[in-house]
């Protein structure tokens, strides 16, 4: 028995001293470098490994290869397989990593070097190497035991972030130093420990390459620097992080990241201390300075954000989440903006002050399935007349104050509100405004309640008297607005329709007489209107056209001349049509009027009314049966003057006179019947 276990072990020792002599000669190096190939470029159709030299012995190795014709790896030195213990150098270079892609499955540029020595046994070995990755000066040294990293030494100085970016397969859109210093103790999960200290240098973001890579259009230099120091402890790595650019500063005085599951728990403060410089970089232009801190929860694809902020002078809270890349939901409240800041940050003059009190909950914040509410209550509102005035050429004088209250319900896609504004000069109802959050389109109706016109004096330059409810749509997509409007005014009807900048109005059975008591104008004709008015907003240039129906005169300074010098009283004329038709160029309005009875023709020939300087200019021609008379009319349109040219007066009179003369003779001459056939002739 023991005799064949003898011969069996010497029979194993003989087979396996074969095998090893076998693999250990040049035949057996051959055979190995042909495996290493075939498995490398088996798998891998762009990948093209040949192995120059491969010389494998009991005590040493020598190992060069050639990856796809441009990059080398050289590895030479005493290795002891049955004691696992090493002595190489190793030297690889490689000369276009866009070619490795297949083997690494990622998408590289540029070039990559490093060289070092690997020297040790299972229990204890080094890694000690040199590198000049992205133009840096890189040192590491690596302590393993049982081939495992244990202490991780790394340094890093001075690599070009433009050339990192370029090798990672991203744009080169900032330039700067890269620095970090690692002093890693132990590199094992559930037992880090270490320090890896890092800083960014001359940073600065390449305008043209950031435009082009991110849709943006920057346009101001933007400069940056950062630092941060985290420490490695168990299962943790703890971080104190800063990042201060010429335009904003965020710090973060402890970001917490669970090695075992890259759960990121961390505090922020964000300070932009002029919002103005992030113009180009937003696409509109802001001010002031914003101020928010909070905390960020970062876990499997899901952000949580709380926060505050001072925004608008207001005490802001928010939460926010996201998951996987979208909008969750979002909860925020701000209490006591001041409008006068809120303006001011959206780059608007201080039209107003007053405060905004916002709360929003909003349960689901992705668009397609959208679901929360958000409530405005308006306060204290006052307008700052001095700035209304100079940016829209208004009078204002009287102070005007509002509330106002919105709510809006968030819905699939849309944003439906409802609001009501409560002002000393007009009150605004609001009972279903639904805005498109995917086509950013607006359908709204609207009421617009004035109880007391003469509040208007100062807005419209006209004193006024009576109320006014109005009510219609807007609607408004892009470029395009349409707001249409209906009225019951003065016992009759006014609707009018404004397509961008055209705007067309009628107004049908108005009582010109209530009209002009109304706007405090004389009192001169009473009748009904049917008018129709086309103007455009942008050129100030229009028409208005119509009639006036079933009209009279009404005792005034016109009829009263007419009275006196015609001996006719005008009011008891009948005008079934009155012919009214107007040019109107920036508010001035040039008018043309004719008008017949039974026993009158009345033609405006000539009128000029400014608007802007309520002042009135006419010409009028009156036939009142056989009597022709001139009149100006001039002056304040609340109360012109009238004046009748005597001229053609008195050439009537005349007339009158010399056919009476003329009518006796011929009368005592020819007979009364032939005379008067004869005065005919000659009228």
Request: charged share 25%; hydrophobic share 40%.
């Amino acid at each position: 028995m023991a005799r064949l276990f003898i011969a069996l072990t010497l029979v194993i020792v003989v087979i396996l001293g074969s095998v090893f002599g076998i693999l250990f000669t040049k035949p057996g190096n051959n055979l190995i470098a042909g495996y290493i190939e075939n498995k490398v470029n088996g798998q891998r159709d762009d990948v093209n490994l040949k192995v120059n030299d491969f010389v494998l012995t009991f005590s040493t190795i020598n190992f060069n290869a050639t990856i796809s014709d441009n990059s080398t790896i050289d590895v030479s030195g005493d290795l002891e397989l049955f004691s696992k213990r090493v002595d190489l150098k190793y030297d690889v270079q490689i000369k276009d990593l866009s070619k490795l892609e297949n083997l690494v499955n990622q998408k590289l540029n540029g070039s990559f070097s490093t060289s070092g020595t690997f020297k040790g046994d299972q229990e204890s070995a080094v890694i000690d190497g040199i590198s000049t990755v992205a133009s840096s000066d890189t040192k590491y040294n690596i302590k393993l035991a049982n081939f495992e990293p244990s202490n991780i030494f790394f340094t890093m100085k001075n690599a070009k972030i433009d050339e990192l970016l370029y090798m990672v397969n991203q744009p080169k859109f900032a330039k700067g130093n890269l620095n970090i210093n690692a002093n890693i103790k132990n590199a094992k999960l559930g037992s880090l420990d270490g320090t890896v200290v890092s800083s960014i240098s001359k940073g600065s973001v390449v305008n043209d390459v950031a435009n082009k890579a991110f849709n943006q259009k920057i346009n101001v230099p933007i400069t940056f620097k950062s630092h941060s120091n985290a420490t490695l402890e168990g299962n943790l790595i703890n971080i104190k992080s800063e990042v201060i650019s010429n335009l904003a500063k965020l710090t973060a005085q402890k970001s917490v990241i669970e090695a075992d599951t890259a759960k990121v728990t961390s505090d922020y403060a964000l300070v932009v201390d002029n919002l103005a410089k992030l113009e180009s970089i937003i696409g509109m232009k802001l001010n002031g300075k914003l101020q928010t801190s909070g905390d960020v929860v970062v876990n499997n694809g899901i952000i949580k954000v709380d926060g505050k902020s001072d925004i608008f002078e207001s005490l802001t809270k928010y939460s926010v989440k996201v998951a996987n890349a979208k909008p969750e939901y979002a909860k925020f409240n701000i209490a006591d903006a001041k409008i006068e800041k809120l303006l001011y940050f959206v780059n608007q003059p201080r039209y107003a002050t007053g405060k905004i009190n916002i709360d929003g909950d909003v349960k689901n914040a992705n668009i397609p399935t959208l679901d929360g509410l958000i409530t405005t209550k308006i306060t204290n509102g006052k307008v700052v007349n001095k700035v209304v005035n100079k940016q829209f050429n208004q009078k204002l004088k009287s102070p005007i104050t509002f509330t106002g209250d919105v709510n809006t319900k968030l819905v699939p896609n849309q944003a439906v509100s409802k609001a009501n504004i409560v002002s000393s000069m007009a009150n605004v109802i609001v009972s279903n405004a639904v805005f498109d959050l995917k086509e950013a389109s607006l359908n709204s109706d609207y009421l617009v309640k004035i109880s007391d016109l003469g509040k208007l004096k100062d807005v419209t330059g006209q004193k006024m008297r009576g109320k006014l409810d109005l009510n219609g749509n807007i609607s408004s997509k892009g470029e395009n607005l349409l707001v249409t409007g209906a009225s019951k005014l003065l016992g009759g009807a006014l609707d009018f329709k404004l397509n961008n900048n055209d705007f067309k109005a009628n107004v049908k059975d108005v009582e010109v007489k209530q009209l002009t008591h109304m706007m405090f104008y004389p009192e001169v004709f009473d009748s009904k209107s049917a008018l129709s008015l086309n103007y455009n907003l942008l050129s100030k240039k229009g028409q208005i056209k119509g009639n006036l129906l079933k009209g009279h005169f009404l005792p005034n300074d016109f009829s009263g001349l007419i009275n006196q010098f015609a001996k006719f009283d005008l009011t008891r004329e009948i005008y079934d049509i009155v012919d009214i038709n107007s040019d109107i160029n920036n508010m001035v309005l040039k008018t043309v009027v004719k008008m017949k009875s039974k026993n009158t023709q009345i033609d405006v020939i000539r009128s000029i009314l400014d608007l802007n300087k309520t002042y009135v200019d006419a010409k009028i021609k009156a036939q009142i049966r056989k009597l022709n008379l001139d009149f100006d009319v001039s002056g304040n349109t609340k109360n012109p003057k009238v004046k009748l040219n005597t001229k053609n007066l008195l050439k009537n009179k005349i007339e009158e006179k010399i056919n009476d003369k003329i009518g006796d003779k011929i009368k005592d001459k020819i007979g009364g019947d032939a005379a008067k056939d004869l005065l005919k002739l000659f009228n």
